[in-house]
């Protein structure tokens, strides 16, 4: 590769020139020297910096000379701190600052972009996958974690009907999330239940546990047991659209919902663990970028405690039931069947059911269990990178 080397002394970036159709690549010259590849500054064994680095990096040190190795295919500096350094030229490409290259870089490894959608779009980006091909193949596992964190709903056909099977997927994305609740959960109709989701009567749209900062990040459903009822339904919205619709139509219901945050709080006890779990945080929460991070929403898990002004108590209450008519106008519906595991992004999706009559002989058994997204991300990267889609 015939690389030409130049420098915009303004900015203090070395520009690398491949060729004439290409803007030039950029690099800040104060990151080169942080990112030194020598042995002294990084440790190949543990893919890091080596941590005198910073410590004694001093960011008055500039760039004295600077050349292309044609032989090595490496570019080479020299510092004022006395120290080479030493980059080669595919390592460059890949930490290009350009924003076609930064774009590139954080779809293909940070995380797939979403695609949010309406209730009418489901039938398009509905798409099943099959339980033992998750089991036994990487390709299929790929593609099934790919197309939750793009959607944010996936579902697995064809599993057994046998207790073990949230158990064998969790394991095959890495291991489950624990919580308050255990490491599974059974929703039947339960008499004197101790929690709103163990009861037959419709379960309005909601997201699991938004009273956890750390929130589950995937809600997995495995039904083992269908209730013959015409009831039964799940009801399934993906509240980033609603959320895209509220900033469209109603941009200060968005902004409310995006800036007040809500008291959310489960007190009670499961087996021998009493637990008494809140987290304040907005019903949409947006990072620096104006991005979703996560939905909260679950009617009976919302606190009566409302630790806000009195005077914005009003406003929250009136932009809540516009997102509550949205979320609802934007459900999907469908029903599972025995051997379907329903999977969905517990940061992003509103879920519910309708009522069912709950007998003896009309039984509903759902199993439930969650992955966390780290999790989720952490192996769809190392399948991406197993299975040569980086290449
Ligand atoms: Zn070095």
Known sequence: MLVQVSRDLQQQLVLLHVSAEQPAMQF???????????????????????????????????????????????????????????????????????????????RAYYRPEQRHWSGQQYELIRREFQYQE????????????????????ALVKQAPLEEDVLRKLCNRVGFMRRTTYGDEWSVRAQPGASNYAYLAAPLPLHTDMPYFEYKPGVTLLH????????????????????????????????????????????????????????????VINLDANGRYVRINHSIPQRDSHFSVPADQVRPWYEAMAVFIRLANEQACTFKTAPG????????????????????????????????????????????????GHYK
């Not at 044609?70 to 290009?96: C, F, M, N």
């Not at 800036?259 to 499961?270: E, K, L, N, R, Y």
């Open 134 to 153: 998750l089991l036994e193949s990487d390709e299929a596992l790929l593609q099934w974690l790919h197309h939750l964190a793009v959607y944010g709903l």
């Open 28 to 106: 800040p010259e104060i990151w080169l020297r942080d990112n030194c590849r020598c042995p002294k500054c990084y440790m190949k064994q543990t893919r890091s910096r080596l941590p005198h680095g910073w410590n004694y990096l001093d960011p008055t040190v500039r760039l004295q000379e600077i050349s292309w190795c044609a032989e090595q295919q490496t570019l080479q500096i020299e510092w004022s701190d006395d120290h080479q350094s030493s980059y080669p030229i595919s390592w460059l490409q890949e930490r290009d600052f350009s924003q076609a290259n930064r774009a590139r870089y954080l």
């Open 223 to 282: 039904t083992l047991q269908q209730s013959d009822s015409p009831g039964g339904w799940n009801l399934l919205t993906d509240a980033f659209h609603v959320a895209d619709l509220l900033r469209q139509r109603y941009p200060s219901s968005f902004h409310v919902l995006s800036q007040t945050p809500v008291d959310w709080a489960d007190i009670g006890s499961d087996k021998e663990l009493s637990f008494h779990n809140i987290w304040r945080a907005p």
């Open 340 to 387: 379907d595991v329903l999977t969905f992004d517990n940061l992003r999706m509103v879920h519910g059911r309708t009522g069912y009559d709950d007998t003896d002989h009309n039984v509903r058994h759902i199993l439930g269990a969650f992955v966390d997204w780290d999790i989720a991300y952490s192996r769809w990267r190392v399948l991406k990178n197993a299975l």
